[in-house]
């Protein structure tokens, strides 16, 4: 954890193994499928792949319920094939992280099954309690779910397949960190933490406020940075990572965390995490749950931003994302992903990479790879989406249409939908029958037809990739938002000692004049970057954007 650890100026690639790249045509992406595509994140120059869960797995929630923490599902190949994927990305100067999901075990985990035993010695390693409190899950209905052997209620704040594993277990925290250190040895270099600030819930789990016609409570405020997470963040890290600090990348997903409880995790001094995924900016264009989708709103994006850039300015470190394996895709969500497809998805990148943070992408992100249409509700795999589902129409009778609609916005299968390598039959993927449906415009969006392409969405990703590389002010310049009100431009600067870059950006479909305010003391400076093929090269008195038309221009204040 040092000022200049190599993941500052890195950016970091996610693969969700079932939908990357199929090697025996059983429609399921697999480890050697992986292997084979290792040159284009070399193309792209990432300096990280972060794999999502590729342990046994019973698969009710795409891996993020683990069944064996030691071992590689049969689906995704074996324990040899993964040391062949870490040698031959090692060999392209490629770090591999793991996703550690230790909030929580599948409930065919032999940890839990033998917890299930009232006299076992792994009774206290989840929460089982005779009578439930009222929480409810994250997937819809309790919280809670009654174990027939046992006569007891367990816990699990996701699938009823995902029981809680509970951290005030001494025992428990210790096998983790054996198994942490049995994957660092056998040469990973990371992990990114699923939601980690889960791990530490009041022991006495206290009833959570129930709103006015809910059947269940929501319990986030009291398992959200619960009251010994940073006891147990600074153990994990003097147990496991002690002495291979400077090498290795810990990241936490951190649901429902502030400003202050970031820069307490990613303190140095501290000892806890390098960076978090917080969630407040893809949070913005929801109402009262995720399925309730309201338009963008730019300037509470932009505040949101700022709030994060400002308030980790001095310490402490942020993930930078729009997509991911629980995300929509971000054209689709904040872009034009019709007439402007190639244009807003340049824009998106190019704000996100300028920030001050670690940039990830998701993979066929640097392609422009949109959200998908899905027919009915049968077309989707995702346990969430199908779990509000049942619960809005079946349960509250809302119109299935309706519930439809909202799914096809937000859910998670939008990013899990297969990657998109060329135009032939299920967009090269695989040879067999894909697990989740191709989007049909694979046969103009595929990385075949971008690779070599000088003007295509990958090749300004794998610009703004190198700028990071090469301009210390992307890194640790100070940040300044511009035009915070602005409802159509999104506008920053970034500046260090004597070097500056402004960024402009028309989040619009429409052609925009950037107030002469915006741009006073930069006029006659240098792009360094823009995303129409004829940018100009110099920012002109009067600078107008065309439709989501982004520019980033480098002046030197010496």
Excluded: C
Aim: hydrophobic share 35%; charged share 25%.
């Amino acid at each position: 954890m040092t000022t200049d650890a190599w993941w500052r100026t890195a950016t970091v690639y996610q693969i969700y193994p079932r939908s990357f790249a199929d090697s025996d045509g059983d429609g399921v992406g697999d480890l050697r499928g992986v292997i084979s595509r290792l040159d284009h994140l070399v193309a792209l120059g990432v300096g990280a792949l972060w794999l999502s869960p590729i342990y046994p797995s019973p698969q009710d929630d795409n891996g993020y319920d683990i069944s064996d923490y030691y071992d590689i599902d049969p689906m995704f190949g074996t324990l040899d094939d993964f040391d062949e994927l870490l040698r031959e990305a090692h060999a392209r100067g490629i770090r591999v992280v793991m996703d550690l999901v230790v909030n929580h075990t599948s409930d065919e985990h032999p940890w839990f099954v033998e917890s299930r035993d009232p006299a076992s010695a792994k009774r206290d390693w989840y929460w089982w309690r005779p009578v439930p409190n009222n929480w409810g899950s994250r997937f819809s209905g309790p919280a809670w779910e009654l174990d027939d052997r046992s006569g007891e209620y367990y816990l699990h704040i996701f699938s009823r397949k995902q029981p809680d594993l509970n951290w005030e277990n001494a025992d428990l925290r210790r096998e983790i960190h054996r198994m942490m250190r049995w994957w660092l040895d056998r040469g990973v270099d990371g992990f990114r933490m699923d939601v980690i600030n889960f791990i530490s819930k009041p022991v006495d789990l206290p009833d959570a406020h129930l709103a006015d016609g809910a059947l269940y409570g929501n319990a986030e405020a009291l398992y959200t940075n619960g009251p010994r997470l940073h006891d147990f963040l600074q153990e994990m890290r003097r147990e496991v990572f002690a002495g291979r600090d400077a090498v290795l990348l810990t990241v936490g997903e951190t649901p429902g965390t502030s400003v202050d409880d970031a820069r307490l995790l990613t303190d140095p001094s501290r000892g806890e995490l390098d960076m978090v995924f917080q969630f407040d900016h893809v949070e913005i264009d929801q109402g009262r749950d995720k399925w309730d989708v309201r338009p963008l709103d730019l300037v509470a994006l932009k505040r949101t931003f700022e709030r994060w850039q400002v308030g980790l300015s001095e310490t402490g470190w942020n993930s930078l994302y729009w997509n991911n394996h629980d995300q929509p895709r971000v054209v689709s969500r904040w872009g034009d992903d019709t007439a402007y497809r190639e244009e807003s998805a340049k824009l998106l990148a190019t704000v996100l990479h300028l920030h001050r943070g670690t940039p990830y992408v998701f993979q066929g992100e640097e392609l422009g790879m949109t959200n998908t249409r899905f027919r009915s509700i049968d077309d989707f795999a995702d346990i969430q989406s199908r779990n509000y589902y049942t619960e809005a129409v079946t349960r509250r009778g809302e119109p299935a249409e309706v519930v439809l609609d909202a799914l096809r916005a937000r859910s998670r299968d939008n990013g899990r939908t297969p990657m998109q390598w060329d135009d032939t039959e299920n967009a090269g993927f695989t040879t067999g029958t894909p697990w989740l449906r191709t989007n049909p415009n694979f046969v103009h969006i595929n990385a075949a037809a971008q690779l070599h392409d000088p003007g295509s969405i990958f090749a300004h990703y794998r610009a703004l990739i190198a700028l990071r590389k090469s301009e210390p002010v992307v890194t640790d310049g100070v940040f300044t938002l511009v035009l915070p009100d602005d409802q159509t431009i999104y506008a920053f600067t970034r500046t260090q000692a004597e070097r500056g870059l402004l960024v402009l950006a028309n989040f619009s479909s429409d052609a925009v004049v950037v107030p002469d305010g915006a741009v006073a003391g930069w006029l006659g400076s240098q792009l360094v970057i823009g995303n129409y093929p004829d940018s100009p090269p110099t920012l002109d008195r009067s600078v107008r954007l065309r439709p989501w038309e982004a520019v980033v221009v480098r002046r030197d204040n010496g």
